[in-house]
């Protein structure tokens, strides 16, 4: 069974400020790891994903994650957030055996203030 | 390359009304999902198809009904529509590893 939280349904930053977005997950197996971005009234896109080559895994639109296996984390990060990063960001797991079944976290709102 | 399709785009129904929900990709998949969206819920799985002529429940399979017509098409059907179902659904499909989402069909039931 493999689960996803993602702490904080909201998360607000200034403009410019670091962007941090919380994901842990829990995986019996090996795990691939998802970022996701929903922007308002619209689907799901990819934002970056690991798939157990390297560690820090670099996204589009500057963002980046690390996975860190002892602490099953897998947290999203911008150096300097902008306002079109506002946003609903999902954390998503899957067995890297091939389940075709990811589980997706409950979603954290980027708010961005100028 | 149209990517993941779904119409319609925005319903409205009556409880105890019908409908289907179409989803299409034209990207040669084999695994195609259907998910509602509530606030605070995330993403949640209702039916998935691993390939052409199966199909699986999910988490919240209650209340819906699935077809695989062809590798390109999987469509959701509500028989009898709750305003519990009110919800945004989306249809996506997948890659080796990575899902590709459709925009979105927003559905209020009165």
């Known amino acids: 069974a493999q689960s996803v939280t993602q702490l904080g349904s909201h998360v607000s930053v200034s403009e410019g400020a670091l962007v941090l977005l919380r994901c842990n997950y829990s995986s019996s197996v090996p795990p691939y790891l998802f970022w996701y971005v929903q922007y308002p009234n619209q689907g799901l896109q990819l934002l970056l994903k690991?798939?157990?080559?390297?560690?820090l895994v670099k996204g589009i639109n500057g963002f980046e994650a690390e996975f860190k296996k002892s602490e099953t984390s897998f947290h999203l990060t911008k150096p300097s957030a902008h306002m079109s990063d506002a946003a609903e960001y999902f954390c998503a797991v899957s067995d890297a055996s091939g389940s075709y079944i990811p589980t997706f976290g409950r979603g954290t709102s980027l708010i961005v203030h100028p | 390359n149209a990517g993941v399709t779904q119409t319609p785009k925005f319903q409205v129904l009556k409880t105890g009304q019908s409908m289907t929900l179409q989803c299409a990709q034209d990207?040669?998949?084999?695994?195609m999902y259907w998910y509602r969206q509530d606030p605070g819920m995330g993403l949640r799985l209702i039916y998935y198809?691993?390939?052409?002529?199966?199909?699986d429940k999910g988490e919240v399979p209650n209340g819906y009904n699935v077809s695989r017509l062809n590798k390109r098409e999987f469509s959701l059907r509500l028989e009898s529509a709750a305003p519990s179902q009110t919800s945004v659904y989306f249809c996506a499909s997948m890659s080796t590893d990575t899902q590709y989402f459709g925009p979105g069909t927003r559905l209020t039931v009165l």
């Open positions: 198809s691993a390939s052409e002529g199966t199909t």
């Open positions: 690991y798939t157990s080559a390297a560690t």
């Open positions: 990207m040669n998949h084999n695994s």
